[in-house]
């Protein structure tokens, strides 16, 4: 069984910065990749970040430049830090792993979702 959490999401002013945490437990035996997408209301989810091990990482046009994602591989987390934050930002930030469990299987597991709300 394996668990994202995530944490840090509210309420901030439209250029005002957020840091987003995410962390994986369970029966890990390694996290192939972590990554960050979202789904604003009325919205389909849509990528926002991806951070495959050993890999390029990669942003969506719309928050390159404003978002850094990381990894601590040693904590099996990652985290989001959001600056220059636009009202079109606003939206429930979900963590995503690829990851192969203890026993060989592989799967995508998501976190519960964190609000995100960019207002003045």
């Known amino acids: 069984q394996v668990q994202l959490v995530e944490s840090g999401g509210g309420l901030v002013q439209p250029g005002g910065s957020l840091r987003l945490s995410c962390a994986a437990s369970?029966?890990?035996?390694?996290?192939?990749?972590m990554g960050w997408h979202r789904q604003a209301p009325g919205k389909q989810r849509e990528y926002v970040a991806v951070?495959?091990?050993?890999?390029?990482?990669a942003y969506a046009d719309s928050v390159s430049g404003r978002f850094t994602v990381s990894r601590d591989n040693a904590k099996n987390t990652t985290s989001l830090e959001m600056n220059s934050l636009k009202p079109e930002d606003t939206a429930v930030y979900y963590c995503?792993?690829?990851?192969?469990?203890?026993?060989?299987?592989?799967?995508?597991?998501w976190g519960q979702g964190t609000q995100v709300t960019v207002s003045t």
């Open positions: 951070m495959p091990s050993g890999g390029r990482i």
């Open positions: 995503y792993a690829v990851i192969r469990v203890v026993g060989g299987m592989v799967g995508t597991y």
């Open positions: 369970g029966s890990i035996f390694s996290i192939i990749v």
